[in-house]
């Protein structure tokens, strides 16, 4: 076989292999390729042997490319404003996202090889950007540019469109499809907007008179828009159905789910409805899987409580707690901890409500009350299933904690979280769900107690001596130090601060704590001795990131109770 034939067989081959199609209808379509100068794929999906998604899944793998699927993708307005529509139709590719600090194109392209159309696409501005590409099928491109130029995304445009009713006065006539709503457009526009800001949830909050918005940013709610209550019945009923809620009930709390493409990336939203006093309240959490994950390094820890944590993942059997309040960043520890662990070697199995974000050779299990799988039924459920480490989601009851203890003694590594201020008060905690003493001591690896704190703008951060109640609190002996404190700028969209780092308590159990543990010993007395150890507290932690300047005295003592370092 020569190279051009063997070339026109790939993608067959890649399919035949997938089980996806025969010889014979391969051999039929080199046939009908001799005929017609076509991409063997092409005619594959015009036969009618393969689906377009098929094809785009098999391309993905012959070219080592990531695809995407337009039907659910959302589309930022940026991008398509930034691309000429003649230069998508003509190199078939759609504009996906922009980043404009970034200087960064994101497009789905039908040939990923289209050097021309990239060279074109670099140019657009007046700094060569760079552009990443995503393979999608032709006809979706084709389908996809005639769905969205020509229509407002943007959130201020739709909604002048709606009071105005241009859509109706510009296209008399046409067939009116599901993109054409503006009240459609406007939620993807909506979600587009949050994602891109790094908002964890988007809160649809009707008043009396009108309906507020507001993100959640780096822990903190910001009002985003103010729109009229007229608007609501409409939004809400277009989240609920793509959620898969009951649009019919609006007086009992409702939960659903659903997810999008945006910005050329997979995202997760965990929708609840709320029944108040001026209507349904809707709160979307925000499951940026891209965001969800980080290496162990990325977490903020120094040497030495990185260190620490090391050796209690170390240690083979045990359990790993990690404490703090809803939205601490929990959850995302214990997956950098598990992504850390994880290999063909050890079977790692989850419990979790509900999964948040999927891993690679990982079996993850979400409980469902539908199915009566709870967290204690579930964990006798998974040690049939011959696991080297489990999590499970939250201990929140007796049962579930003394089926995870149970699972540790046997053998195996535990990792969970529980509601606790601090890592030392997760041993009161769980003597009060009801676990014996005698069964804590040796069975804990260590507890990790935990918060998020806003990170100074590297751009506008302030320099100043510390306050004389700063000095005293930071601990320094000499003149006052110099600390940062929050001022605000374009880039930080005047907020002084930009993402989030954890602050975090290690405390890592021995004998001797054990053994105070093992005798019921007070709180005050478990921590003499672990400060003896080198256990330093959140207090301590924040303090140390004031002093490196990542974030501000301000923030941090918003977070927690900066008193504590006197104890």
Request: aromatic share 4%; glycine share 8%; charged share 25%.
């Given at each position: 076989m020569n190279k051009l034939a063997a070339q026109r067989r790939a993608v067959g081959q890649i399919l035949i292999g997938q089980g996806l199609i025969s010889e014979d209808q391969l051999r039929i379509g080199l046939l009908e390729q001799a005929k017609l100068p076509q991409p063997i794929g092409k005619l594959l999906v015009t036969l009618g042997f393969i689906s377009e998604a098929t094809l785009r899944e098999a391309l993905s793998a012959k070219f080592g490319k990531k695809s995407i699927d337009l039907a659910h993708a959302i589309i930022d307005p940026q991008a398509l404003r930034l691309v000429p529509q003649q230069l998508a139709k003509r190199h078939r590719l759609l504009p996906l996202d922009y980043h404009a600090d970034l200087h960064r194109l994101t497009v789905a392209m039908a040939d990923v090889d289209d050097i021309i159309a990239?060279?074109?696409?670099?140019?657009?501005?007046?700094?060569?950007?760079?552009?990443?590409?995503?393979l999608a099928g032709e006809s979706e491109i084709?389908?996809?540019?005639?769905?969205?130029?020509?229509?407002?995304?943007?959130?201020?445009?739709?909604?002048h469109e709606i009071e105005t009713g241009e859509l109706e006065q510009?296209?008399?006539?046409?067939?009116?499809?599901?993109?054409?709503?503006p009240v459609v457009r406007l939620v993807d526009a909506l979600l587009t907007d949050a994602v891109k800001r790094g908002a964890s949830d988007l809160h649809f909050e009707p008043e009396a008179s009108f309906l507020r918005i507001r993100y959640?940013?780096?822990?903190?709610?910001?009002?985003?828009?103010?729109l009229h209550k007229s608007y609501w019945p409409a939004l809400a009923v277009?989240?609920?159905?793509?959620?898969?809620?009951?649009?019919?009930?609006?007086?009992?709390?409702?939960?659903?789910?659903?997810?999008?493409?945006?910005?050329?990336?997979?995202?997760?939203?965990?929708?609840?409805?709320?029944?108040?006093l001026h209507g349904e309240n809707l709160v979307l959490r925000i499951l940026d899987r891209r965001r969800g994950i980080m290496p162990l390094e990325q977490l903020g820890l120094d040497e030495a409580q990185l260190d620490m944590l090391l050796l209690m993942i170390a240690r083979p059997e045990g359990i790993i707690l990690v404490t703090g309040p809803t939205g601490s960043g929990k959850?995302?520890?214990?997956?950098?901890?598990?992504?850390?662990i994880n290999c063909e070697g050890i079977n790692v199995m989850t419990l979790e409500d509900p999964v948040e974000y999927p891993m690679n050779m990982i079996r993850q299990t979400s409980v469902a009350d539908t199915a009566k799988l709870d967290f204690a039924n579930g964990i006798r459920s998974m040690m049939r299933q011959d696991p080297d480490v489990i999590l499970v989601g939250e201990i929140r009851d007796a049962e579930t904690a003394v089926m995870a203890f149970r699972a540790a003694m046997t053998g195996h590594q535990v990792y969970s979280t529980l509601h606790t201020n601090s890592a030392i008060g997760a041993v009161p905690r769980l003597l009060d769900i009801g676990i014996l003493p005698d069964i804590l001591a040796g069975n804990i690896?260590?507890?990790?107690?935990?918060?998020?704190?806003?990170?100074?703008?590297?751009?506008c951060r302030k320099q100043y001596p510390a306050q004389p109640h700063e000095h005293r609190l930071l601990g320094r002996d000499q003149a006052a130090p110099l600390i940062y404190r929050a001022e605000g700028c374009e880039s930080c969209d005047f907020q002084g601060y930009r993402g989030r780092i954890a602050i975090m308590e290690l405390l890592r159990m021995d004998e001797d704590l054990d053994e105070l543990v093992a005798r019921h010993a007070t709180s005050r007395e478990i921590r003499n001795v672990a400060l003896g150890k080198g256990f330093r507290s959140l207090a301590e932690d924040?303090?140390?990131?004031?002093?490196?300047?990542?974030?501000?005295?301000?923030?941090?003592?918003?977070?927690?109770?900066?008193?504590?370092?006197?104890?």
């Open positions: 990239i060279d074109l696409l670099r140019k657009l501005t007046p700094r060569e950007m760079a552009v990443d590409t995503l084709a389908r996809a540019i005639d769905q969205y130029y020509g229509h407002v995304l943007s959130i201020d445009g739709i909604l510009r296209r008399p006539g046409t067939k009116v499809d599901e993109y054409s709503q959640r940013i780096d822990g903190i709610l910001r009002q985003i828009r103010a277009r989240i609920k159905v793509v959620s898969g809620m009951n649009i019919a009930e609006t007086r009992a709390p409702q939960d659903g789910h659903f997810s999008a493409n945006i910005s050329g990336r997979s995202v997760d939203f965990r929708v609840a409805a709320q029944p108040t959850t995302t520890t214990l997956y950098s901890i598990l992504s850390h690896i260590g507890v990790i107690a935990q918060r998020l704190v806003r990170r100074l703008c590297p751009l924040g303090l140390r990131r004031v002093l490196d300047g990542s974030t501000s005295f301000d923030e941090v003592a918003r977070v927690i109770d900066i008193g504590e370092r006197r104890l």
